[in-house]
């Protein structure tokens, strides 16, 4: 995607022009200029530097007499199903762009680019080639509050010759934090596994695999001894639908090997001739060692079952969707001892992690987002891009004596859903603060009229994560929030007030980085009296995953800080023998 594409050339436009505008506005590039009759191409290092030229050149730069259009060069047979659209309002809501989007076709991605300008860019796939043309055509150049919306191809790798859907994550619609069918915070049957099956089947064979009144999902359930959800209410319109089996391993491969059966005869019956692959979700952080070294696990698995396994690529996640699709091509039988073993992988991987857990006092909460437990009935597509989530060792929170150290936040919930997070006697914020391990109170409230109530959630990051989200998604579950409404709260966590600008940055610029990475608005109010404890509040609003990725970024700043000045005083001289340590001077 590094292939730039140059319109709106003057026929006086040289070579060397295009260079020296290049140059001017120091955009690397790579290789010479291809100018032709109107237009150009050139080539650049990488994509951040081509997004860079489109950001800063298309529809601003003038050579001799033209304002010069830049956009990304995409070859015919790319020109598929997936595109990228820029200037879109910086305050838009997801919810107004989604309902844009949809007019077309159905979306089955749209993520987010990272870029240094004001406006927003996100890159869609749609469904088929035939949408993507449509939305292009009605939405290039259109008005979007007083912004000009700009629309071009990016390369598909994955085009076929006939446009069919590729391989990759569906989920547009699935942002904010994911639902579950029955939180059930007690301990789940120990038949089942902790990591459970989650396939994508076509949308067209729900019904088949559902059953008239339910009889066929229901005699698969009982059969296999499983527990199956079929999220078949989740992302309206997409072309695959997410089914999430618990049981033991046998019962999770007795389960998709019947799903994969009856959508095979369903087939035969519609006269469906296209290939049906089995495709399995799994969380991102599970795939590398399901890779393996050069590729030998996946390859190994191929061999011994005589299957095709392809793994969507690392750019289809999203900060709401941190799964990938691994795609298995074969026979039915094939594709049934791909899963096994697959899967044997994947639980091997959890349990590996589980065990690290409990030492590694710099786990980065969020990252294993199955491995915590949090989502029992298995989250549907939780689709910003968990690359950008720090590698564990990049922690957040600053520890001692090998245990993470306790965080507090404040987070701010519908006063009248107090009684539901507090349950029948107190039931549910007991159990909800034994599963986080975590302490969790409700401050009273702020007068007879306050609409909103604070939560005292105190524990470590892993804790702050596990009942944060459950709180997300019991309010969801208790319809406090619209159906098609994201829940977004606030949050408030303290900083060192002599730290509060290292949250805000030079002009303004951490902070502003922290909200186009996390999708969260991020303020440090000012003029704040200090506390007692000569600390500032930062306040934090957004949807869960925005909400949690910001907190541990602020809390990955305070760690940066406290090690600088632990180094400081480090670095200081140490005094003479026998004399008198000077007095440290508090903070």
């Known amino acids: 995607m590094n292939k730039l594409y140059i319109g709106n050339v003057s026929a006086e436009a040289s070579e060397e022009d295009l260079e020296s505008v290049f140059k001017q506005w120091k955009i690397p590039h790579s290789g010479s200029f291809l100018v032709k009759t109107g237009y150009a191409f050139v080539d650049c290092p990488d994509e951040k530097a081509a997004m860079m030229a489109i950001d800063v050149l298309s529809g601003k730069v003038e050579l001799h007499g033209k304002v010069l259009e830049v956009e990304h060069s995409v070859p015919k047979r790319q020109r598929s199903c997936k595109l990228q659209i820029r200037n879109i309002p910086p305050h838009m809501q997801w919810e107004v762009l989604d309902g844009m989007l949809a007019q077309y076709g159905a979306v089955e991605s749209c993520e987010q680019v990272n870029t240094d300008t ?227 992988k994947i639980r091997e991987s959890y349990e590996s992690d589980m065990a690290a857990m409990s030492l590694q006092s710099n786990l980065i909460p969020g990252l294993n987002l199955n491995a915590l437990g949090l989502f029992p009935s298995g989250a549907p597509g939780m689709g910003s891009s968990m690359a950008n989530v720090p590698p564990p060792g990049a922690h957040g929170g600053c520890s001692y004596g090998g245990q993470p150290e306790s965080e507090t936040v404040h987070l701010f919930i519908p006063a009248l859903a107090v009684g539901a997070i507090i349950g029948k006697q107190g039931q549910h914020i007991k159990q909800l603060s034994h599963f986080a391990g975590a302490s969790i109170k409700i401050a009273p409230a702020e007068g007879m009229d306050a609409k909103h109530r604070m939560v005292i959630i105190v524990g470590p990051p892993e804790a702050q994560f596990k009942a944060q989200c459950r709180i997300f998604g019991k309010l969801k579950e208790e319809n406090f929030f619209g159906p098609k409404e994201e829940v977004k709260l606030e949050a408030h966590i303290k900083v060192p007030s002599f730290a509060a600008g290292r949250v805000i940055g030079k002009g303004g610029k951490t902070v502003n980085e922290l909200q186009n990475l996390t999708c969260a608005e991020v303020v440090v109010p000012r003029d704040q009296t200090p506390d007692e404890n000569d600390q500032v509040i930062v306040k934090i609003s957004g949807h869960f995953f925005a909400c949690q990725l910001a907190q541990r970024k602020i809390q990955e700043i305070l760690a940066q800080v406290r090690r600088q000045q632990q180094q400081q005083q480090q670095q200081q001289p140490k005094p003479p023998s026998g004399a008198q340590p000077p007095m440290q001077r508090r903070k």
């Open 118 to 344: 004001e406006t927003a860019v996100v890159n869609v796939r749609y469904a088929t080639r035939d949408q993507a043309r449509l939305a292009m055509e009605k939405l290039n150049g259109s008005m979007m509050e007083n912004f000009a919306l700009k629309v071009s191809y990016i390369p598909d790798e994955t085009a076929t010759p006939e446009g069919g859907p590729a391989g990759g994550r569906r989920g547009f619609n699935a942002r904010g934090p994911p639902r579950s069918g029955s939180p059930g915070l007690g301990a789940r049957p120990k038949v089942q596994s902790d990591i459970p099956l989650r396939v994508l089947v076509p949308t067209q064979f729900v019904g088949a695999i559902i059953g008239k009144e339910g009889a066929t999902i229901r005699n698969i359930t009982k059969q296999t001894h499983s527990k199956i959800d079929i999220h078949r209410k989740e992302n309206a319109g997409a072309a695959e639908k997410p089914i999430t089996i618990h049981s033991t391993p046998e019962g999770c491969s007795n389960a998709c090997r019947t799903i994969m059966d009856i959508m095979q005869k369903e087939a035969v019956d519609t006269k469906f001739t296209e290939e049906i692959p089995l495709k399995i979700l799994a969380h991102n952080n599970f795939v590398g060692r399901l890779i393996g070294k050069e590729g030998r696990n996946l390859k190994k698995i191929e061999q011994d079952t005589g299957t095709k396994i392809t793994i969507s690529p690392l750019q289809d996640l999203t900060l709401y969707n941190p799964e990938r699709t691994i795609t298995i091509k074969g026979s039915i039988d094939a594709c049934s001892r791909a899963e096994e073993e697959v899967m044997k």
